[in-house]
């Protein structure tokens, strides 16, 4: 499994902007599927994005497509997720989560298809 951190959380108003990075340890982070998923108190764990590794395309909830964006930087073994127009709902714990090869790659939504994930950074958005 891969060793991942997460970092870039915190408190923001509604309307602001965060972006949460995601470092992984592992040589061959280059060829990792990298997702973000978060969850709220009582809530379950949601998928947010992902960044396939065979030609970094990228897959996002549908509720938040044109808000957040996702990317790689293979050379500094990062993910990021950049946020904007951020909204109270937007509140929960943020998790980095990577996979090599899927499962069922049509399942790549479902946190059961990650095998490595991150501790995991707080995202607070004030009204």
């Known amino acids: 499994q891969v060793q991942l951190e997460e970092s870039g959380g915190g408190l923001v108003q509604a309307g602001g902007s965060l972006r949460l990075s995601c470092a992984g340890s592992?040589?061959?982070?280059?060829?990792?599927?990298m997702a973000w998923f978060r969850q709220a108190p009582g809530k379950a764990r949601e998928f947010v994005a992902v960044?396939?590794?065979?030609?970094?395309?990228?897959y996002y909830a549908d509720s938040l497509k044109g808000r957040f964006t996702i990317s790689r930087d293979n050379a500094e073994n990062t993910v990021y997720l950049q946020m904007n127009d951020l909204k109270p709902e937007d509140t929960a714990l943020y998790y980095c989560a990577a996979q090599e090869y899927y499962r069922n790659s049509r399942d790549y939504q479902k946190p059961s298809e990650y095998d490595s994930w991150g501790q995991g950074t707080q995202v607070t958005v004030s009204s």
């Open positions: 592992e040589r061959t982070f280059r060829k990792l599927h």
């Open positions: 960044i396939d590794w065979t030609d970094s395309s990228t």
